[in-house]
């Protein structure tokens, strides 16, 4: 179908227009009240006990996630690429069920497992504490990251098929040594590309972390927790700002680094 040049143009206006009303403008305000009593005041806020400590948090949180994910991910990729198996269409179905289930229900759900009446609750008296601790946070983190390896990894290996880790199979090399030589050198861009989206997605979670968290300053607060104490709970707002641009530039380094993978990944 062939479009005139004004409909072109007109559809490019609409679609920046759209751009910059729901992103640009408000990552500029946002910047704005940041920056407006300057980058000292900036770093002040940022550098807090409990900005610190939630910044910590988040990465710890994102340190523990990605390792089991990208664990999780490539043998369950592997299983659904390679294997045939009963059940095989619930384990898609599982996969997936974090895009479909709000964040908040997962929480609940969380304390529903683990918390003090839970069917699991009686760690809690054994001084194991799950909910409203580190524990719960990961657990929380774990789940509404899940399908991103799996997602990026599985198209990876019905592209490249298995003849390669079957010739290697043949000239007598382990499933260790065919793993490690063979499939992983070719999927290592969908596994990058699928550790930054869960260490952006770790970074941004809200509904499920706080759901399992009690939010106390240099406890249990990241800094998602802390932009929502800082703006709602202590009436904050330059606090909040600080805090939410920070992840901000946690969220953008992240983005551009996706940007650069997707192209060599294009590129290989």
Same mark, same amino acid.
């Given at each position: 179908?062939?479009?005139?040049?004004?409909?072109?143009?007109?559809?490019?206006?609409?679609?920046?227009?759209?751009?910059?009303?729901?992103?640009?403008?408000?990552?500029?305000?946002?910047?704005?009240?940041? *920056? !407006?009593?300057?980058?000292?005041?900036?770093?002040? &806020?940022?550098?807090?006990? &409990?900005?610190?400590?939630?910044?910590?948090?988040?990465?710890?949180?994102?340190?523990?996630?990605?390792?089991?994910?990208?664990?999780?991910?490539?043998?369950? &990729?592997?299983?659904?690429?390679?294997?045939? *198996?009963?059940?095989? $269409? *619930?384990?898609?179905?599982?996969?997936?069920?974090?895009?479909?289930?709000?964040?908040?229900?997962?929480?609940?759900?969380?304390?529903?497992?683990?918390?003090?009446?839970?069917?699991?609750?009686?760690?809690?008296?054994?001084?194991?504490?799950?909910?409203?601790?580190?524990? $719960?946070?990961?657990?929380?983190?774990?789940?509404?990251?899940?399908?991103?390896?799996?997602? !990026?990894?599985?198209?990876?290996?019905?592209?490249?098929?298995?003849?390669? !880790?079957?010739?290697?199979?043949?000239?007598?090399?382990?499933?260790?040594?065919? *793993?490690?030589?063979?499939?992983?050198?070719?999927?290592?861009?969908?596994?990058?590309?699928?550790?930054?989206?869960?260490?952006?997605?770790?970074?941004?979670?809200?509904? &499920?972390?706080?759901?399992?968290?009690?939010?106390?300053?240099?406890?249990?607060?990241?800094?998602?927790l802390l932009v929502h104490s800082r703006y709602i709970d202590d009436h904050n707002t330059y606090g909040a700002y600080c805090a939410a641009t920070l992840l901000m530039g946690i969220a953008l380094v992240t983005l551009l680094l996706m940007t650069l993978l997707d192209r060599?990944?294009?590129?290989?």
């Amino acid at each position: 179908m062939n479009v005139s040049t004004p409909a072109r143009l007109g559809m490019r206006v609409v679609a920046l227009g759209y751009l910059v009303l729901l992103l640009l403008v408000p990552i500029g305000v946002i910047l704005w009240r940041t *920056f !407006e009593r300057g980058f000292v005041s900036f770093f002040e &806020a940022i550098s807090t006990p &409990a900005a610190i400590s939630a910044l910590n948090l988040s990465l710890l949180i994102v340190a523990i996630v990605v390792p089991i994910n990208v664990i999780f991910g490539v043998v369950t &990729a592997l299983a659904l690429v390679r294997g045939r *198996f009963p059940g095989r $269409g *619930f384990v898609q179905a599982v996969v997936d069920l974090p895009f479909a289930v709000s964040p908040v229900v997962v929480g609940v759900s969380l304390i529903l497992l683990w918390g003090v009446n839970g069917w699991f609750g009686g760690l809690d008296s054994m001084g194991f504490k799950v909910i409203f601790g580190l524990p $719960g946070m990961v657990l929380a983190t774990i789940f509404v990251t899940l399908p991103f390896v799996v997602r !990026e990894v599985e198209p990876v290996l019905h592209e490249i098929g298995d003849e390669q !880790e079957q010739a290697a199979a043949t000239l007598g090399a382990s499933k260790w040594q065919t *793993f490690w030589r063979i499939t992983l050198p070719a999927i290592r861009w969908g596994l990058t590309y699928g550790i930054v989206l869960t260490v952006a997605r770790s970074l941004g979670e809200f509904g &499920a972390v706080i759901m399992v968290s009690s939010g106390f300053p240099g406890v249990s607060q990241t800094l998602t927790l802390l932009v929502h104490s800082r703006y709602i709970d202590d009436h904050n707002t330059y606090g909040a700002y600080c805090a939410a641009t920070l992840l901000m530039g946690i969220a953008l380094v992240t983005l551009l680094l996706m940007t650069l993978l997707d192209r060599k990944r294009s590129n290989a």
